[in-house]
Nanobody, 123 residues
Framework: QVQLQESGPGLVKPSQTLSLTCTVS??????????WSWIRQPPGKGLEWTAA???????YYSPSLKSRTSISRDTSKNQFTLQLTAVTPEDTAMYYC???????????????WGQGTQVTVSS
């Protein structure tokens, strides 16, 4: 059973850098065929895919967030991390990590999700 767990600060100040970590159990982030991703949902809005990292460390970013976003991993800990710089209140959202099957479907299928972590950007 694959499980994902988000961790990080619940409150960050504008202009600071947000760092969130997803810890994976029951499956390896280096296994072929899957991508490991971050998705967020601001209040009253839909889901927004932000970034993903593949089994060999290849990275992918949402065009709207690419300039501020970095995704990385620590294979020894089976973790991957999202960093979002220069945050504003518009970055306030529920942040989820999720696994994506290697697929051409739009939207892709997220077969496993973390429970999510609320991030509020406020001074």
């Amino acid at each position: 059973q694959v499980q994902l767990q988000e961790s990080g600060p619940g409150l960050v100040k504008p202009s600071q850098t947000l760092s969130l970590t997803c810890t994976v159990s029951g499956g390896s982030i280096t296994a072929n065929f899957y991508y490991w991703s971050w998705i967020r949902q601001p209040p009253g809005k839909g889901l927004e895919w932000t970034a993903a990292i593949g089994s060999t460390g290849q990275t992918y970013y949402s065009p709207s967030l690419k300039s501020r976003t970095s995704i990385s991993r620590d294979t020894s800990k089976n973790q991957f991390t999202l960093q979002l710089t220069a945050v504003t209140p518009e970055d306030t959202a529920m942040y989820y990590c999720a696994r994506i099957s290697q697929s051409t479907r739009v939207p892709p299928e997220y077969d496993y999700w973390g429970q999510g972590t609320q991030v509020t950007v406020s001074s």
